[in-house]
């Protein structure tokens, strides 16, 4: 009797704990002057250094030691931004979707469980038009999933991909990238929600596209004002932040045009760290939002800290 009774007390104590393995939801918020940002997670990838370009296998080694990357690929996230002005919900960038078979995207779920409904974003303002960026944009059935929204793209993107001569032109297996893009702009244009723009336009107030041309032909960041506060959200300007904060001359092999990608990285880059931006990029670690210091021949990156929300009521 004695001795059961002291099992009992030592599994009270050293008693088993099942492992939970769920995660906190994938949405991240915070105030950039009187508007709301969510950063919403999509999806987690990795980057294998075959993907850098304009760099040594010695030097990529050297960067991804020093960032403590002990694996064989870098990880990274995919991440997509809801901007709450108080009137309108703008979304930016749709993550991969789960149209197009193996993709698995968690970008539907992360808005419900940050609080809103997809039917209740007004706009969705595209970086560019590859896959891990507008495959949200269509469910399983190749419907909208964002039935009231209307989607914005820069007219140099729209006119590169919608064209039929590009499509003809390029290696079969890239052709169904085209005809992605084709489907998802065909299911908005159906219902007039699809529109293009030229850069420096302000969509909606204090909220301007620019462009930053490289990655693709009319590759878009978004800078979005309020107060006395900014956000760049700057796309695919960055895949790889071990790599290409410490050298921006780096680039990737998904680069339309690398050299003008390098030098739109390296400029905008100036111009965020100069004047003080915050900054989200769609493959920064979730929730990709922080800001960066000009040191030596680069960037440093300066993550946002997990807090509570500041709304000044
Ligand atoms: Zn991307």
């Not at 250094?49 to 960067?63: E, F, H, Q, S, V």
């Not at 300007?237 to 410490?246: D, K, L, T």
Request: glycine letters at 10%; a neutral charge; proline letters at 4%.
């Amino acid at each position: 009797m004695m001795s059961l009774c002291l099992f009992s007390m030592v599994s009270m104590v050293w008693g088993s704990s099942p492992i939970k393995g769920n995660q906190a939801p994938g949405f991240f918020r915070l105030m950039v002057g009187e508007v709301e940002v969510t950063a919403l997670l999509d999806g987690s990838i990795s980057f294998e250094p075959a993907i850098l370009r304009n760099t040594t296998p010695l030097l990529i080694k050297m960067l991804w030691d020093r960032a403590g990357i002990l694996s064989a690929e870098a990880p990274a996230s995919v991440n997509a931004f809801l901007i709450n002005t108080g009137k309108k919900l703008i979304l930016i960038d749709t993550g991969n979707g789960n149209g197009s078979g193996s993709e698995s995207s968690s970008l539907l779920e992360n808005l419900r469980e940050s609080g809103y409904q997809a039917a209740e974003i007004d706009a969705v303002l595209l970086t560019h038009a590859h896959g891990d960026h507008i495959g949200g944009l269509l469910n399983r059935n190749g419907e909208r999933s964002f039935p009231n929204a209307v989607v914005f793209l820069s007219r140099a993107e729209n006119d590169f991909w919608l064209s039929a001569e590009n499509a003809a032109k390029v290696r079969p297996e890239k052709r169904k990238s085209f005809a992605r893009v084709r489907a998802i702009a065909a299911a908005y244009q159906k219902f007039d929600a699809w529109k293009t723009f030229e850069p420096g336009t302000e969509l909606f107030p204090d909220l301007k596209a620019e462009a930053a041309y490289g990655h693709t032909i009319g590759h878009t960041v978004y800078l979005l004002s309020s107060g006395r506060q900014e956000i760049m959200f700057v796309g695919d300007c960055i895949h790889n932040a071990a790599a290409q904060f410490p050298r921006p001359s780096i680039g990737v092999r998904f680069d339309v045009d690398i050299t003008r990608a390098i030098e739109t990285r390296i400029a905008l880059f100036a111009r965020i760290a100069r004047e003080h931006l915050l900054m989200a990029g769609a493959h920064l670690a979730f929730p990709g939002i922080g800001r960066i210091r000009a040191e030596g021949r680069g960037f440093v990156w300066l993550p946002v800290t997990f807090g509570p929300v500041k709304t000044g009521k």
